[in-house]
Structure formats: C-alpha cells, structure tokens
C-alpha cells in the first residue's frame, strides 16, 4: 500500500548534488556566451518571449479546507504579469516544433517568500510549460544533456543514443502550436501545498479553434495574441492536482506524467488576460527584462525535487548573468507601476 501521501517527507539531496549544482551554472554560462557573442544575451531557455502582458489572479471563493493553503488561504485576486515564450535556447521562427512557456508574476502578495531577489518585494512567481513532463528523470541526467549541447558535434546523437527515453520524451513533448491561449500548461515538477505534494496546471477557456497559418510569420504566435486581446479577454482555470500515490506520482522524476485517473484536477483559481495592447517598445523591454525563479513563492508552497533545488541556484545566477552582460538592472515590478496599462 502506498504511503500516507498527507506526511509526505522530502527525500534528503544525494551526495554530490550542490556542486553538481555549480557545473551546471557553468555550463549554462557557456551554452549563453556560446550563443550570443555579440548583441542581446538572452535567456538560456525561454529565449524568444512573445510578450509579457497584464493579468488577474483570482483565488477562488469557496475551496475546501485541504485546498485553502497558503496563496489559496483566502479569496482574493492579485494583479499579475504574465510572460508568453518559448523554450528553444535561439529565437527561432513560431511555426518550428517547441515547447510554449507560460510564466506568472503575481504582485502585492503579502507573507514571506522562500528566496526573494529584492528586500522587501512582494512578487510571486508560477511557472508552466506546455509540456506535462520534464525533459531528464534527474539533475545528473539534465547535467549530461547540458555538457553534449555545450561540446556539440557527435555529442548530442551519444547522449541520445545512451539515453533514448530522454530523446522521445523531447521529440514528443515538442509540437507546433497555433495560439498561445488555446493550449493547456503544467507545472512538470512537484510543490507543497502544506503538508501535501501538487503539481499545477493551467487549462484555458478558450476552445482551440485556431490552426497554423499556410504562410507563417515568423512572429505569428505573437501577432495572433495581439489580435486577440484586442477583442476580447482570455481565461485559465489554474487548478492542482494533489499526489495520491508517491510511486506512481513521483516528486524525484519529472519525466513521469502524473495521471489525472490517479488523482483529478482541482480548480483553485482564474488567471484572466484583459484586452490590453502590449506592444509599446518599453513593455517590450519589460518582456525580456523580466526574471522568473519557483522560489519566489511562499514557505507553503516550497518547490521539491532534485530539479527544483537545482532551479532555485540556476535561475538565479542565469538571471545576474544575461542582465550583467546587457548592463540592465533588474527589477521586481510593483502593482502601482504606471508604465503599461490595459488599454
């Protein structure tokens, strides 16, 4: 029988897994500087953001008991910035096969956060793929992949050759996508709620109506979302889905999907994208300025597994690299910034 999914205990790091953690910030660093010698430094992923554009989080009024846990506590709605990209490392023409990213940055959330880039701001941050599973079961997997795409050449086809459920896992999870608000986003990796194990996921209102133009822009995905939030508003249910099972729904390997059979999703609050313009040149800045890490959240909802605790060192440094490189100073927004406002 399984175990009490309700006392869940996160497994202690292995041995060798924080300087494991300092050769892949090296190697990330590389992998950038490599891809970008001249001009913009971009991400490391997530390098072609289609936008970042104004949003509300609301919680929902009348959750159960096990769900009302900490950002979800109590009914309230946050105003929020959502970041709209892809995932290739290279910005690269929409109509490619990739994976879509959909990152949240609430505003005005009170408590204190696990790790937080500011003194004294009050951000939180929601990340989501378009993808139901990480890329590698592990960090040392991650690592390797890493260090083939660094060294190239006949690298990449050995660690593909040696590791080929790695290699399905990417083929398949990479699709064309015709607009950005009709597909589904989940979180891969797992995270508390209290003394429960979830994992997120973002299920859109809007019917998937639209196809792939016959002639793509290279900047469709973008354009397309213009189009649409010049009409009319868009909406997500943002909901978790708790761990029932710890075998079958595992916190150290994101490459297994969590079955909603096993454990259903469970509605805690609306994400809801006004009509808004957002192509003013300085929120364009904004988009590629902005920085994203899953520990910028509260004690309650602590980011877990190998993956994870990589993310809280990496993104960190990933994000004071590129920003010194373009001599930007980054910034956590703040709810009364009157630089972009829904139109």
Known sequence: MPADPSTFQEPEPPPGEAELIDKLILVLEALIEKSYLTGTTYRDTHAKGHAA???TFTVESDLPP???VGLFAQPHSYPAWVRLS?????PQPD?????RALSIKLMDVDGE??????????TLDLILMSSQTFLAPNLQVFYDLEVALLKGGLSVPLFFLTHPVVFLTIASSQKQ???LLQIPYWSQTAYA???RVVQYHLQPHQQATSTIPVKPASNFLRERLKEDLARQSAAFDFMVQLQTDPIRMPIENPMVAWNSDLSPYRKVATLRLPVQAFDSPAQVQFCETLSFNPWRTLPEHRPLGGINRARLRVYAAISRFRHHKNDVVPREPQPEDPSFEPS
Do not use: I, Y
């Not at 892809?86 to 290279?90: D, G, R, T, V, W």
């Not at 109509?95 to 994976?99: E, G, H, P, T």
């Not at 956060?113 to 009050?122: C, F, I, V, Y």
């Open 113 to 122: 956060r696990l790790w937080q880039s500011e003194p004294g701001a009050r």
């Open 193 to 195: 709620l209290g003394d």
């Open 66 to 68: 096990e769900l009302k």
């Open 86 to 90: 892809n995932l290739s490392p290279a």
């Open 95 to 99: 109509a490619k096969k990739d994976l």
């Open 177 to 179: 996508t015709a607009n």
């Open 53 to 55: 554009v104004l949003a």
